[in-house]
């Protein structure tokens, strides 16, 4: 096993309900991640009640990151929780991403500089929901019941070895299934704060992170994530986000103005 240390990023807003499922599925790894950090946009004490349980009862360092709820900024406290990580590599999620039992093996071993690694992410259907929660069901596969696109659920780790490092962004990527070494993270000024509102803030991050130089791997057939279901996020931001991404691309930005280097030094 490579010999740095990793920090599982987990961000959520408001769905406790979920967040206890990710994070039955973080202590139930066969890697356990070195420590946890729930990067919280504004979510209630119900929240808070659920983490604090997990606290108590974990061997794993469990760190609870929260701001006020002012709308959607999910680039503002995730920057603000992976300067607080200890680790040297970021493994990142969204708080409704139930994670595969090697799901933090899988990408400690893929792991490299100059590198990030990006996953599939398979769908828990809004049919399965109820039974979802009931039965507080974290272990899935290609054959399990309420899952659709299937073949995303397959795990080989032979398959996975065929793919190799890329030098372009992927529109395959998703921000809910990510790693990446915080070197490379704080290179770049982490996340852009200028985006807020859904949409756009993981991808414009890994666009800088190309044009900085820095490889994309994606991860096929192994890290895998089962998503579930909700309701889509207004995308009344979306039009401006993509405005500055595009000015990303068309400028070959690597540096984020407004970014992470000021919560770094109260780390």
């Given at each position: ?35 946890i950090i729930i990067a919280d946009d504004g979510s ?100 399990s019941k309420g899952i659709k696109k299937r073949t ?116």
């Amino acid at each position: 096993m490579k010999k740095f240390s990793n920090t599982l990023i987990i961000s959520t807003y408001n769905w406790p309900e979920a967040l206890d499922l990710v994070l039955k599925s973080a202590i139930s790894q066969n890697q356990l991640p070195e420590e946890i950090i729930i990067a919280d946009d504004g979510s209630t004490n119900t929240t808070k009640a659920l983490i604090e349980q997990y606290k108590s009862n974990s061997l794993i360092p469990i760190h609870h990151v929260w701001h006020e709820d002012n709308g959607f900024r999910k680039s503002i406290i995730l920057n603000k929780a992976i300067a607080k990580a200890k680790g040297d590599y970021i493994i990142q999620i969204d708080g409704d991403c139930i994670m595969h039992y090697n799901f933090i093996k899988d990408h400690m071993l893929s792991a490299a500089l100059n590198t990030y690694l990006f996953g599939a992410r398979v769908n828990i259907q809004e049919s399965y929901l109820n039974s979802l929660f009931k039965k507080k069901k974290i272990k899935f596969n290609a054959f399990s019941k309420g899952i659709k696109k299937r073949t995303r659920a397959i795990y080989s780790p032979f398959l996975a070895s065929l793919y190799k490092t890329q030098n372009n962004f992927s529109k395959k990527f998703r921000g809910c299934n990510t790693s990446f070494f915080k070197s490379d993270f704080i290179s770049v000024n982490g996340y852009n704060e200028a985006i807020t509102g859904w949409g756009r803030e993981d991808s414009e991050l890994m666009l800088r992170m190309h044009n900085k130089g820095v490889k994309a791997k994606r991860l096929r057939y192994t890290g895998v994530v089962f998503h579930i279901w909700h309701k889509e996020k207004s995308k009344g931001r979306l039009k401006t986000n993509d405005s500055i991404e595009q000015e990303t691309v068309n400028n070959i930005i690597t540096w984020a103005k407004n970014g992470v280097d000021k919560y770094l030094k109260d780390a």
